[in-house]
């Protein structure tokens, strides 16, 4: 991690393990993040410090794409705020409800603690798009949207995180062949 992430840092040393139980034979230890998924109270510091380093990662790395696209429930916040420094657009990819029926394409996915399907709305063949979530930890996210994306037409130009678990996102980049940036690892 970076020295200068000091905010990031302190969330992710200081985040709290819950058990969260996919079924009767199957629990999952689980970081509540302030800034993943599940997190819900975000210190104004850290949400600063984590836009401000996200925008700049991207700003480096990623000169040429068409718009952000960001799935819930973790990604979503971070890149309408990064889209937003940046004046790009933003295409959320949502979670399917009973309330939304009528999404042209819904990809089930699976992680290790959940199941549910990835609604896609808002692309044209050809977009160039940056994917910005949350966390990477076994990449099944990651992976279900990037084939998605490819069977649409888009071409994915890489991938920024805050929080890469492990080394997952180093086989995501060889498997995908896009780079794969990341504000901290553990």
Known sequence: MYSSLSELNSSINGARTVKIVKDSKT???FKLYPFGERGTFIEPKLTEEITEH???SITEHFPAFDYIVSPEPGGHTWGMLA???LRKPINILRL???LYEDFPICVRRETAYNENYICFDGFNEG?????LDDVI???AT???IAAQLRQMGIQLVGIQAILAKGEHYLQLEQDLKVPVYCLGKV
């Not at 977009?127 to 994917?131: I, K, M």
């Open 27 to 29: 629990t999952y230890d």
């Open 127 to 131: 977009d160039r798009v940056l994917l």
């Open 83 to 85: 889209a937003y420094r």
């Open 54 to 56: 996200l925008t700049g």
């Open 142 to 144: 990651i992976r279900s």
């Open 137 to 139: 930890s076994s990449g």
């Open 96 to 98: 399917s409800t009973d």
